[in-house]
């Protein structure tokens, strides 16, 4: 045991690409692809846990430490480790990981071997990600995803499959191509690949401003932040089920924990020269994303803009640079996770019944499929940002860290715009439900419509559990980043908001009066 504990990191990262390679290589018959996939991502599921319930990394470092020399005499190191924003991240991808797994059970029917070790060689992919603190490691990891999301999609998608799929790929590797000569060029500044000789780094305010604009295309791309976010519907819409609940549930949030771990300590000049366009094109893509999935007909891509229309709370969140905004926008993603995978999910279910996403096919759905009609409505709700449900808690954060923010021009009326993007999700949230779900029964194709199995029930009720528990208990989650966040803005020179003491002193603790709120105040993250 000592072995595994020693080198969880390592275990959780390539326990899914060694599942992949032996589904490549020793199991042969698609039944048993199926069981040995869900049999590997329950297990990193499992070793995932360990670190959740271990993890107490003081003032926000590193735990789980691995590193060991890889190249040029160890300037370039595989150096794994943890802190709370890389433990919530990960817990939402093993997660997820078997439930995207169960949902495809009889979804896909052709190379079913190679589509699940398309999933598993994705989630190490991921995890990798989160973990690398070894620039290049980095690289290799955030390049890897593209692989197996691009074949997921290319082969298994719908009609405009290879479209989307090449899409997809050069968007990504466009940004991510200037993101690798900035790397290149730190590298040679410092010496090494390290995250940390990176960061001790002193960089000219001019090439700080470049640097900063190369890593920030890359992660805007995968974001996407509004106008580059183009590649997204399509992707969404032809790729299968499991491929969009990956995509919304983990891939996006690459781009916004890229922003937060790297991109934001290392150029603290970009960031204070770039904070304030970064959240105007946040607020246009939280009401263009809700404008747009407003007159959408097809469920599937309404979905689709609607994580346009998140995603661009998540930035606001992180470039208000309060540690309540950013607490906000790490709470989001992993919200954002559980409800739009889950929206994704049960788009995916009526689509294998009736093989069509047009919401004009339905109507009176919840007669014929009560326990459906039900999922959906918690699911909706907890997107639209019900109280109660865990899209509220990091919305509420969000609005109320950006209305807080010293770096931002006019942060009230941002506030304000952002604001209308609740408003504008409720309404094309209930009115997608209304025509699906309520009144008379009028489709004939609708009549004999099963309801959910128990497959689907084990697929989608942890979903809503956690959207439920988040809700009313978010310091679960608070509680374990709130020191990750205050260290990842120290570098950042951030003047105390004269309004912060108007702050509820709980607001990124776990509910207790006596939690701390943290100030940033002249370079130094203080209590």
Known sequence: MSFITDHILTWVTFLPLLGSLLLWTVVRRDDHARVFALAVALADFVLSLHLWFRYDGPGG??????????????????????????????????????????????AVTERVRDYMAMLLFLQAAMLGTFFARDMLLFYVFWEA??????????IWGGQRRIYAAVKFFIF?????????????????????????????????????????????????????????????????????????????????????????????????????????????????????GALVALVQPDIKKLVAYSSVSHLGFVVLGLFSLTPLGVAGGIFQMLAHGLSTGALFLLVGVIYERRHTREISEFGGLAHRMPGYATVFMITMLASVGLPGLAGFVGEFMILLGTFGSTTLDHPRLLTALAATGVVLGAIYMLWMYQRMFFGKL????????????????AVLLPLVVFMFWLGVRPGMVLDRVEASVERVLAPLAVPASPHADDYPQHALGGGTADAPVFVVHEGEAHR
């Not at 990960?90 to 495809?104: E, K, N």
């Not at 771990?261 to 304030?276: K, T």
Request: hydrophobic share 55%; glycine share 8%.
């Open 61 to 106: 470092q590193d735990m789980f430490t691995e590193k060991v020399a890889w190249l040029f005499g160890g300037k370039i190191n595989y150096h794994l480790a943890c802190d709370g924003i890389s433990l919530v991240l990960v817990m939402l991808t093993t997660f997820l990981g078997p439930l995207v797994i169960l949902s495809a059970w009889k």
């Open 442 to 457: 009028t489709n004939e194709k609708n009549r004999d419509l099963r309801d959910l199995s128990v497959r689907e029930y």
């Open 145 to 154: 995803m593209l692989i197996p999301m691009y074949f997921i999609i290319g």
């Open 172 to 288: 990504t590797m466009v940004g991510s191509v200037f993101m690798l000569v900035a790397i290149l060029w730190m590298y040679f500044q410092a010496g090494g690949m390290g995250l940390e000789q990176f960061l001790a780094l002193d960089l000219e305010r001019q090439a700080q401003l470049w640097l900063f604009g190369a890593f920030i295309l890359a992660f805007a791309i995968k974001v996407p932040v509004f106008p580059l976010h183009t590649w997204l519907p399509d992707a969404h819409v032809e790729a299968p089920t499991a491929g969009s609940v990956i995509l919304a549930g983990v891939l996006l949030k690459m781009g916004t924990y890229g922003m937060l771990r790297f991109a934001m300590p290392l150029f603290p000049a970009g960031v204070e020269a770039f904070a304030p366009l970064m959240s105007i094109l946040a607020v246009i893509g939280i009401i263009y």
